[in-house]
């Protein structure tokens, strides 16, 4: 078994210690990611007065266009971590969705674009792969549904680490061009996204390699807080009302609520109440179903859903998404594959977003829940959009039209035009053609 | 012909039975590596057991206090702790009275993983 050294912190960072978010046994900051004793989850504790004596609006606004403004609140000790432009992806308010919605105050939290390859997985991994060179870690590797093997792949490229990804052997044709386009080596895993993740806990500290969602999963989640600073700079240094976010192992949800609370602690935002809601697709929703049932507990289910990336059948951090949920007073909800289509389509003609099956389902799911009363009109409330729908460009296709084929003549065009005209106007009027 | 091992001749009866039933079950169990302290850096040991409860009792004599670790202190499994009988979860198959065979591989498997 080969270990990663541990390098002496340095003078500057914030961060001092894992705690184990069961037993609050403590251990030093190398690459575990499980308590000894309790097999809870750990998660890294910071010194909050550091913090609050060194950090401000102003200086957090002084700080670079990307995650790593707030740097004071991510484990990370070096001078120069691995910066991509990653972050700062608009806030959109989305006026038009929010009308077809009967929604007031609509924002989306656009990381569709994010950078460099276009989805949220670009935060975690540029926090996981600067804490992995910090620790003395040559290939870094990864269990993915596709967005994380997209970001760990192009990451690790650009900072010159040793890359082998994970990845189930039946995902979107984007998403593994996606990856392999960085050259890491790429093992395409028979099997649902549950039985690559347990291959890889398998494969973890045998090789010596860094996991960034395994065993640096403690440093990797933290990146996910960002979606949360982000959102209360964005709204003028205060909270939403309620949020809205895909649910797949759970963890971006739980981050964004420990972004808040700690943006709430350091006397960045005044504190208020924030709903949380979750959204699954209906093939995979074990975490929505125990909210509805009322369970503390997650029953696994085996995947089955266009919604690839959100396919985790046996989430890690379900339960502790279930808690938010229920104490912040919001819910999690499921759609069925052909409302995350309408959705995907929904979010595109009225905000211009193209986001993937995981927004798709998130839309679907902020629907779902205001037909239902459960999102006052006037919350603010924000919903995040993690990807983006160039790379599942399967799951649209055949409910998206196609272009009208025309000579390159006047008339050709003329022609084609008043034909779509009336095939619009026969649509509008819902009559059966 | 070779007789196979497990099968032996009866004095009574004048026919050969099968004894299989009466060897002990041996099965390999994958230890992770936050266990693998209890177990002098084995990241698989050999254990007996019919099913996962009696295997957990098989382990701890072999590897005392291990089940500590794995079993509150109501001897309920900890909620994150994962097991698998040849890459099934046992939360699919009969949970803690998942039967076992001889030559199954048993994981133990830390929850917290992936996403």
Redesign the interface.
């Known amino acids: 078994m080969t270990q990663a050294t541990q390098l002496k912190p340095k003078s500057g960072a914030t961060f001092r210690a894992l705690k184990c978010k069961e037993c609050s046994a403590e251990y030093e900051t190398k690459a575990i990611h499980v308590c000894e004793y309790c097999f809870g989850p750990l998660e890294v504790a910071y010194d909050y007065n550091e913090i609050r004596r060194t950090v401000t609006r102003e200086s957090i606004q002084a700080g670079p266009h990307s995650i790593w403004r707030y740097r004071a609140f991510l484990p990370v000790e070096s001078e120069q971590p691995i910066d991509v432009g990653t972050g700062l992806t608009p806030l959109v308010q989305a006026n038009r969705l929010a009308r077809r919605l009967g929604l007031n105050k609509l924002y989306i939290k656009n990381d569709a674009v994010n950078m460099p390859t276009l989805s949220f997985k670009d935060r975690v991994v540029s926090v996981a792969l600067t804490r992995a060179r910090e620790l003395g870690f040559s290939t870094v590797s990864c269990a993915s549904t596709g967005n994380l093997a997209n970001s760990t792949a192009a990451i690790a490229a650009h900072a010159g680490l040793d890359c082998c990804v994970f990845i189930p052997a039946d995902l979107e044709a984007g998403k593994v061009m996606g990856t392999l386009v960085y050259s890491p080596t790429v093992m395409a895993v028979q099997g649902n996204y549950d039985q690559v993740n347990r291959l890889c806990s398998e494969v973890a500290n045998t090789h010596g390699w860094g996991f960034v969602n395994i065993n640096l999963r403690p440093y990797y989640s933290e990146g996910s807080k960002t979606l949360g600073y982000e959102v209360a700079e964005q709204l003028g240094w205060q909270l939403p009302d309620h949020i809205v976010a895909p649910l797949a192992s759970g963890s971006l949800f739980t981050k964004i609520y420990k972004g808040f609370r700690e943006f709430v602690d350091v006397g960045l935002v005044d504190d208020k109440p924030v709903r949380f809601s979750g959204a699954q697709a209906e093939g995979c929703s074990p975490i929505a179903q125990a909210f509805r049932e009322e369970r503390d507990f997650i029953t696994p289910v085996k995947p089955s859903t266009i919604a690839k990336s959100i396919a985790i059948g046996n989430p890690a951090d379900g339960v502790y998404a279930l808690d938010i949920a229920r104490k912040t007073n919001g819910n999690i909800e499921s759609v069925i594959d052909a409302e995350i289509v309408d959705g995907i389509k929904l979010l595109a003609e009225t905000e211009g977003i193209f986001t993937e099956t995981a927004g798709g389902t998130t839309i679907a799911v902020l629907k779902k829940l205001v037909e239902a009363g459960k999102i006052d009109p006037d919350e603010t409330t924000v919903v995040y959009i993690t990807g983006n729908g160039l790379k599942t460009q399967e799951a649209v296709q055949g409910y998206v039209g196609e272009p009208l084929t025309i000579e390159p003549k006047l008339d050709s065009f003329e022609r084609a035009l008043e034909r779509s005209r009336t095939l619009d106007r026969l649509e509008w009027q819902q009559v059966l053609v | 012909m070779a007789i196979p091992l497990y099968l032996t001749h009866d004095p009574c009866t004048q026919l050969m039975i099968d004894t299989e039933f009466l060897k002990p079950m041996a099965v390999k169990v994958?230890i992770?590596?936050?266990?693998q302290?209890l177990t002098n850096?084995q990241?698989t040991v050999e254990c007996q057991g019919t099913t996962i409860a009696e295997l957990l009792n098989s382990l701890e004599s072999s590897c005392p206090g291990i089940k500590g670790?794995?079993c509150d202190d109501n001897g309920e499994l900890?909620?994150?702790?994962?097991f698998?009988v040849n890459?099934e979860?046992i939360?699919?198959l009969d949970g803690i009275n998942t039967a076992l065979n001889d030559g199954d591989e048993v994981?133990i498997?830390?929850?917290?993983?992936?996403?």
Not at chain 2, 78 to 82: A, G, K, L
């Open positions: 994958l992770p590596t936050p266990l302290k850096d990241a670790r794995l900890r909620r994150f702790v994962n698998y890459s979860d939360r699919f994981s498997i830390p929850a917290i993983a992936g996403g």
